[in-house]
């Protein structure tokens, strides 16, 4: 009898010991990470203040990175396929990166500021699928969503560790953005290295002829998947921007000066738990927590929607980093739970880029509720939708 191929990994390591592979690119994101954050969060300030350029620029700019890199991780995930190659098109994603963030230094008009935040954005998305495919195909089937849920903590370690570089770094320098720009070359120079030199490739495995072997497309027939990417895409419609939690804090009475505190306390617990939640989900179904992720995240919504006092959004972020832990890493688990190898990449391609055109209108719906009903509006309207996605996926 043919093993079943939806199940073609690794042999088996033992279960308290995840492969080289996923630690090292668990490394990778960490530092690559950080060098994205020191210089992300200083732009609106730099765009402003040096360069001189309003808002509408900015929006410009992000809106065109965010375009490019939703087309990036549906083309990279085909090429990944066919090609069979999952290392190198990861570490060129992460080379690109790397090497435009630092060029922030020298440059003296925002469109400069564009271009390069378009090939960084675009990178990213380019080397989103081939890098969750390697994570899939690294690991064994028992050890899945502990990989994810390590290459989730990591990267949002980088989240952490990268603005509170950004700060330390500008209060020694007396504001100097420049010179921050090139200091976040260093971690990002370790994340690209990495990535070439110690990253191992996998080659995904051959999908065995005979009967019952599933197609070649991994959208086609598998119902189970068509109903992830619909949950994902009706959900992504009602995930807008977390700046809108900001906005939201700071009207009911946070005041402006501790939304980085925030922030933080909703990093700490997705850093804290995304490991212990991608491991859980190796020993319990990955629907059900992907589930409690989305349900999590419509209670947390309603409580923006309804909240009256500062005390409660205290209390909302560190659950809306629970719905983070809880989903993000072991989503991709379950997806690569459901393909053969040799599809992954495709399939991680297509998710990645459907929930990123269903999150380009999100902020923009937001911000249009916001105005034109009331503050508590967009938040109602995110529960609904969350809701009605976590439904969805009870059927797959």
Not at 239 to 258: P, Q
Not at 361 to 379: D, E, K, M
Request: glycine share 8%; net charge positive.
């Amino acid at each position: 009898m043919l093993p079943d191929p939806r199940r073609v990994t690794p042999p088996e390591t033992p279960e308290s010991r995840l492969p080289a592979n996923v630690w090292i690119l668990g490394g990778v994101a960490l530092f690559n990470d950080t060098a994205t954050e020191m210089s992300y969060w200083l732009l609106p300030q730099f765009l402003v203040g040096v360069l001189k350029a309003g808002p509408a620029a900015f929006g410009l700019i992000e809106g065109a990175a965010e375009t490019v890199a939703s087309l990036a991780r549906l083309a990279s995930g085909f090429v990944s396929d066919r090609l069979r190659r999952r290392k190198v098109l990861t570490a060129i994603g992460y080379t690109i990166s790397n090497v435009a963030k630092p060029l922030l230094a020298l440059v003296r008009s925002w469109p400069q500021v564009f271009w390069i935040r378009f090939f960084d954005r675009a990178a990213k998305g380019f080397r989103a699928a081939p890098r969750d495919a390697l994570i899939a195909d690294s690991a064994s089937s028992s050890q899945r969503g502990a990989a994810f849920g390590l290459l989730q903590s990591m990267d949002t370690a980088g989240a952490i560790l990268g603005p509170l570089g950004a700060i330390a770094l500008l209060a020694h320098w007396g504001g100097n953005v420049r010179r921050v720009f090139w200091i976040a070359g260093a971690p990002g120079l370790v994340s690209l290295l990495l990535a070439w030199l110690a990253v191992r490739e996998i080659p995904p495995c051959p999908l065995p002829a005979g009967p019952g072997t599933p197609p070649r497309e991994p959208w086609f027939g598998n119902r189970a998947l068509r109903l992830i990417l619909l949950g994902s895409a009706v959900f992504a419609l009602g995930n807008s921007s977390d700046l809108f939690l900001i906005l939201r804090a700071e009207n009911i009475g946070v005041r402006a000066a501790l939304a980085p505190v925030l922030g933080l306390v909703f990093n700490l617990v997705y850093t804290a738990a995304s490991w212990p939640a991608g491991a859980l989900s190796d020993r319990v179904s990955r629907r059900s927590l992907v589930v409690s992720g989305f349900l999590i995240y419509a209670v947390v919504y309603l409580g923006f929607a309804r909240a009256t006092s500062p005390r409660i959004m205290w209390l909302l972020f560190p659950f809306y980093g629970l719905y983070y832990a809880l989903t993000e890493g072991v989503l991709k688990a379950w997806i690569a739970d459901l393909l053969p190898s040799e599809s992954r990449a495709s399939a991680f391609g297509v998710f990645n880029w459907v929930t990123g055109v269903c999150a380009l209108p999100a902020s923009t719906l937001a911000g249009w509720l916001w105005r034109h009903y009331a503050p508590s509006t967009p938040f109602y309207v995110s529960a609904a939708l969350a809701t009605t996605a976590g439904v969805l996926l009870l059927l797959a």
